[in-house]
T-cell receptor, first 114, second 114 residues
Framework: ETGVTQTPRHLVMGMTNKKSLKCEQH?????MYWYKQSAKKPLELMFV???????ENNSVPSRFSPECPNSSHLFLHLHTLQPEDSALYLC?????????????FGPGTRLTVL | KNQVEQSPQSLIILEGKNCTLQ??????????LRWYKQDTGRGPVSLTI?????NTKSNGRYTATLDADTKQSSLHITASQLSDSASYIC?????????????FGAGTILRVKS
């Protein structure tokens, strides 16, 4: 295991539901990330948090709302999603220290929007 | 435009055989390049990291090469095993004023058959 856990592992939701994805890192890292992985496409970076502060939001629709209460936990709140939002959502963490910080990924949450 | 192209998209080989995966990139300014392995149902795990000055780096049966002049990298897998079946993702790290930015390839799906 990489030291990054995600729950739930699988989620099926309707377009009117509200749900949250949870990520926890046990590595003492200072940065956390949300990625979207769709079939046959490169990973898309959604949000970046450094020291609990959001430092990057890659034009993500407002139906995705991140929350980082502390440096070990990261949430992604979902509401009124669309079927095209179905994907694998990966959380990652790293210790940002310059050139070569390695990102450690969680196992992902497989999201299906009906 | 910063892009990472991987080939082939997918590959099937027999157990024990060697294979080479390709990665071409147009990212600039280049910081370093990583290969990740993503098993089914798991997040990506870093295999190798290569900086601008490194040409070859090995990690067990995995050998990565980098030609920074032609902006090409390859991942060579020797004596493949069934457990090598996974998606292999090439990631080029771009250095920006705000820190490092990761540019992901779409991955090569490798299947090793017995």
């Amino acid at each position: 295991e990489t030291g990054v856990t995600q729950t739930p592992r699988h989620l099926v939701m309707g377009m009117t539901n509200k749900k949250s994805l949870k990520c926890e890192q046990h590595l003492g890292h200072n940065a956390m990330y949300w990625y979207k992985q769709s079939a046959k496409k490169p990973l898309e970076l959604m949000f970046v948090y450094n020291f609990k502060e959001q430092t990057e939001n890659n034009s993500v629709p407002s139906r995705f709302s991140p929350e980082c209460p502390n440096s070990s936990h990261l949430f992604l709140h979902l509401h009124t999603l669309q079927p095209e939002d179905s994907a694998l959502y990966l959380c990652a963490s790293s210790q940002v220290r310059g050139v070569a910080d390695t990102q450690y990924f969680g196992p992902g949450t497989r999201l299906t929007v009906l | 435009k910063n892009q990472v192209e991987q080939s082939p998209q997918s590959l099937i080989i027999l157990e024990g055989k060697n294979c080479t995966l390709q990665c071409n990139y147009t990212v600039s300014p280049f910081s370093n390049l990583r290969w990740y392995k993503q098993d089914t149902g798991r997040g990506p795990v870093s295999l190798t990291i290569m900086t601008f000055s490194e040409n070859t780096k090995s990690n067990g049966r995995y050998t990565a090469t980098l030609d920074a002049d032609t902006k090409q990298s390859s991942l060579h897998i020797t004596a493949s095993q069934l457990s090598d079946s996974a998606s292999y993702i090439c990631v080029v790290i771009l250095r920006t004023l705000y820190g490092n930015k990761l540019v992901f390839g779409a991955g090569t799906i490798l299947r090793v058959k017995s």
